[in-house]
């Protein structure tokens, strides 16, 4: 268990939806990053909040957001969704410096019908 | 640009050795890591290597780095059945506006009885 938790673990939605996806960091961690995993993309960063201000974004939609809160849990947005958008998204926390160590929740599988 | 790659598929057999390599190209990556996935679950961190060091050991878990040609690996020794996951390696790059993992396409290890 690495401490950080993931809600839902599943997800099953329509097209054109959206849903909002939680992660709660571990205990001491302020930054929290966001990652896709899909079968063509593998594991992409979308993107990083740090103490709740965005640090960093990667390959993230403009159909989605996210933000973090003063309780440092973290929420990622996703609208308009598409077949393409079913993935795992994978949600993870470090204490950040030199060295970064990023530990993983266990992810909210997304499925778009 | 960033790229980090993997061979897709390892299959050994149980107490062999197990050797998962990785290429990188960020030389300034600071950390270098390695997560397993197991069906269904989040990435857990195995071990990690500062990129001042040529080798860690980890129990079970070996890892070497040449700088110079910019590989890592991950040997196991005695692989179990239980070792059958999807490893990664990740590298953190030192460009101070993104602090995200960058992720290779991850080798699926098989072990057989």
């Known amino acids: 268990d690495s401490g950080v938790t993931q809600t839902p673990k599943h997800l099953i939605t329509a097209t054109g939806q959206r849903v909002t996806l939680r992660c709660s960091p571990r205990s001491g961690d302020l930054s929290v990053y966001w990652y896709q995993q899909s079968l063509d993309q593998g594991l992409q960063f979308l993107i990083q909040?740090?103490?709740?201000?965005?640090?960093a974004k990667g390959n993230i939609l403009e159909r989605f957001s996210a933000q973090q809160f003063p309780d440092l849990h973290s929420e990622l947005n996703l609208s308009s969704l598409e077949l393409g958008d079913s993935a795992l998204y994978f949600c993870a926390s470090s204490v950040v410096g030199a060295m970064n160590t990023q530990y993983f929740g266990p992810g909210t599988r997304l499925t778009v019908l | 640009g960033e790229d980090v790659e993997q061979s897709l598929f390892l299959s050994v057999r149980e107490g062999d050795s197990s050797v998962i390599n990785c290429t990188y190209t960020?030389?300034?990556?600071?950390?270098l890591y390695w997560y397993k996935q197991e069906p269904g679950a989040g990435l857990q961190l195995l071990t990690y290597i500062f990129s001042n060091m040529d080798m860690k050991q980890d129990q079970r878990l070996t890892v070497l780095l040449n700088k110079k040609d910019k590989h890592l690996s991950l040997r196991i020794a005695d692989t179990q059945t239980g070792d059958s996951a999807i490893y990664f390696c990740?590298?953190?790059?030192?460009?101070?506006?993104?602090?995200?993992?960058?992720f290779g396409s991850g080798t699926r290890l098989q072990v057989q009885p």
């Open positions: 960020d030389s300034s990556s600071t950390y």
């Open positions: 909040y740090y103490n709740g201000e965005e640090r």
């Open positions: 990740a590298e953190n790059p030192r460009d101070t506006g993104r602090r995200a993992l960058t």
